[in-house]
């Protein structure tokens, strides 16, 4: 059974199906609410915060002054910051033998304003969410797969660490429904 919280972003992306179906159609479409990433991503912060505190984890949050308003539904924000940020808390503590094992396990939350390219090829500032650990990370031949749905990774320590596979794949989900970007 889904909870409330994943009912309203099945609506939230639900919405944004429908304005895209709009758009797509030349329908007219509602302008997409403004919202401060970090203002609605700060109880996914506070939950960061309570998590990296209980498992000896160093954490620091650092938002760009500058950092533009980013047209999302706060929600869905919440979720695809919340689901990379708890597999950067709970991974981190897989140490491996790289040089930065022997630093303590850390984790960096950044919100900053980020140039890309536009939906027609042009450049477009937006904000840039970065999450960064000192973690053993994942091999090369596995990257590609971390958002496939259920993937865990291959290693033993992986197998170790609570979860389903499914956090990096309903964010690049919703990343990719919120900004019209196609799937691979």
């Known amino acids: 059974m889904l909870s409330a919280m994943e009912d309203g972003l099945e609506e939230a992306v639900v ?8 758009a797509a159609k030349g329908g007219k479409t509602a302008p ?10 700060a109880p996914v912060v506070s ?7 209980f498992d000896a984890v160093a954490f620091s949050v650092e938002c760009d002054p500058g950092a533009p308003l980013v047209a999302a539904d706060p929600r869905v924000l919440q979720e695809a910051v919340s689901n990379v940020l708890d597999n950067a808390l709970k991974y981190v503590l897989i140490r491996g033998s790289a040089p930065a ?13 980020g140039e890309g390219l536009g939906p027609r090829g042009g450049r477009r500032v937006g904000l840039e969410i970065v999450v960064e650990d000192n973690g053993a990370g994942a091999p090369p031949d596995e990257l590609a797969l971390l958002c496939t749905r259920g993937f865990r990774g291959r290693s033993p320590e992986v197998a170790q660490v609570e979860g389903s596979g499914l956090g990096l794949h309903i964010t690049d989900h919703l990343v990719r429904v919120s900004t019209r970007r196609p799937a691979p």
Do not use: N, T
Request: charged fraction near 30%; proline fraction near 8%; include cysteine.
């Open 101 to 113: 094992a022997a630093d303590p396990p850390a984790v960096r939350l950044l919100l900053r304003r």
């Open 15 to 22: 919405g944004l199906r429908e304005e895209q179906s709009r």
């Open 47 to 53: 939950a960061g915060q309570a998590i990296a505190e």
């Open 32 to 41: 997409a609410p403004s919202c401060d990433a970090a203002e609605a991503i």
